[in-house]
Structures are given as C-alpha cells and as structure tokens.
C-alpha cells in the first residue's frame, strides 16, 4: 500500500484546511485508517482514526469538535478536515493504513505510512 498525503500548507488562528491521503496498491475498503501529526521536538502523536466502513471513528480529545475524518472508498482516499485550527497544531501530518479492517490508536498498529504533509498554523 503506498499513501500519498497532501493539502497542507500555511494557514492563519481560525482557519480551516481539509487534507487528503490519495491510496494506491492495496485494497483500501478493507484498511482501519488514521492520522498522526509530530511537530519540532516531539514523538509522533495519534490524531484520528476511522474504520472500513466508516461507522466508528475517534479522535484525540483536543481536536475533537474541530476535526472530522472520513473516507471515500470508491475513490480511495482519506480526508481530514480541520476547523478553527491553533498554533499548537502545528505540525507535519501522516495519514496511515493497517492491514486490519478497524481502527487503531497506536502508530505501532499501522503498517504503511505516506510522506507527511506540513500544517503551519501562524498567531
């Protein structure tokens, strides 16, 4: 499975952003997806995460409220769109995929990882 991830970029307190994680080489619908940020200095942390189906997802709690994840699987891709976003986002942004079709909250459950996309958010 290879992911692609893009739609970062330099974005103002309050501003939105929606990222998408493009997959290719494997069977999407039948991949548990999620999204893991690290910012300068820091371990990567879990963000979201969403199952095949769609049906259950979760989030950490401070970005709940803010950030929602899905997911279209005919077109295979996974999206993040991110509301009222804060300095403390700021970060490079992974989206990853496990060989298990339900949701995960650790990176050490996800086998494939895209490149990272930059989220910059200025005060």
């Known amino acids: 499975v290879q992911l692609q991830a893009f739609g970062g970029g330099l974005v103002q307190v309050g501003g939105s952003l929606r990222l998408s994680c493009a997959a290719s080489g494997g069977t999407f619908s039948r991949n548990g997806m999620g999204w893991f940020r690290q910012a300068p200095g820091k371990e990567r942390e879990f963000v979201s995460t969403?199952?095949?189906?769609?049906?259950?997802?979760y989030y950490t709690d401070s970005v709940k409220g803010r950030f929602t994840i899905s997911r279209d699987n005919a077109e295979n891709t996974l999206y993040l769109q991110m509301n009222s976003l804060k300095p403390e986002d700021t970060a490079v942004y992974y989206c990853a995929a496990r060989d298990s079709m339900f949701y995960g909250v650790y990176p050490s459950q996800y086998q494939y990882w895209g490149q990272g996309t930059q989220v910059t958010v200025s005060s």
């Open positions: 969403i199952n095949w189906d769609s049906a259950y997802t």
